[in-house]
């Protein structure tokens, strides 16, 4: 299953125009409320999955208690973010930002990124730069930060974690680079072999995640395997480390705990709005 492009609020026409600032100062004004935005395009279901979770750990009983949220989806302009980190190319930073500016002028006033791989320094870096310049109003939230913080506060004596995740994600250290401002974690990947196995139950075009919605078999009975073997080498936990795998396995199928980044990203886009509003865990 191919992405398609989309963008979940339709504009007729430029929210910013030579001639119209004052209409687009109005528009500003008119959005003060605070709202979440994800930027989707980064995974065919990462975004939806996103959404589902902010409005599964809002406390609402009717429609108009839900947060406001804006959700762009426009994977023709975001690269594949494992693919540059590799073999180099376009950063994906770009297509990030350009999503990232039609939230802001939508109105958002927090944004997310549902991909581990994006949080990468080369691109999530990138991005951060660019909308503290352009946007300082809005805060960009890091779901690394969010997951190793989660982590520490659930194992506060330290742990062996598991990670599963793109070949992105583990050839630049992405959760290592994170996890040595926690001394008492010790982080745990899997080997070479097993590292392109995940890769291949992500990206497969025939039983991938990405490509074949449900799961398919294939891809869920590798993820379970090379979970066991990181429990049989002393995990404590598994972090879920691309927004994929959380599609794939649940908590029941695993006798540790699995760490979603997306929920956590979730919760903290509530958080950062409405913390009353969030849901207890």
């Not at 804006?70 to 994977?75: D, E, V």
């Not at 004596?157 to 793109?166: D, S, V």
């Not at 899997?190 to 990206?203: F, K, L, S, W």
């Not at 404590?236 to 795998?245: K, P, Q, V």
Request: negative net charge; charged residues 20%.
């Amino acid at each position: 299953m191919n992405s398609f492009d989309l963008t979940y609020h339709i504009i007729s026409e430029p929210l910013v125009q030579s001639d119209s600032l004052g209409y687009y100062h109005q528009r500003q004004e008119k959005c003060m409320e605070q709202a979440i935005g994800i930027i989707g395009g980064v995974g065919p279901f990462a975004g939806v999955d996103l959404l589902t979770k902010i409005f599964k750990n809002t406390i609402a009983s009717r429609d108009q208690e839900h947060l406001n949220v804006y959700l762009t989806n426009i994977p023709s302009k975001i690269g594949d973010r494992t693919q540059f980190l590799l073999h180099g190319g376009d950063n994906p930073a770009d297509g990030l930002f350009e999503s990232f500016s039609k939230l802001a002028q939508m109105g958002a006033t927090v944004v997310a990124i549902p991909c581990n791989t994006a949080h990468a320094p080369a691109i999530y870096q990138t991005v951060a730069l660019r909308a503290e310049q352009e946007f300082p109003q809005v805060t960009l939230l890091n779901m690394i930060e969010e997951t190793c913080a989660y982590t520490a506060k659930l194992f506060s004596e330290g742990a062996t974690i598991g990670l599963l995740a793109t070949k992105g994600t583990h050839e630049v250290g992405l959760y290592r680079q994170y996890f040595a401002a926690y001394p008492k974690f010790q982080l745990i990947e899997p080997d070479a072999e097993g590292r392109n196995r995940v890769h291949e139950a992500i990206y497969h075009t025939e039983y991938g995640i990405k490509a074949i919605s449900p799961v398919s078999d294939t891809a869920k009975g590798i993820i379970m395997d090379e979970g066991a073997k990181l429990l049989d080498a002393g995990a404590s936990a598994l972090i879920l480390g691309c927004t994929e795998l959380p599609l794939a396995v649940q908590e029941c199928d695993f006798q540790i705990p699995l760490i979603d980044p997306t929920l956590l990203l979730a919760r903290a886009a509530i958080r950062m709005i409405a913390p009353d509003k969030l849901c207890s865990r």
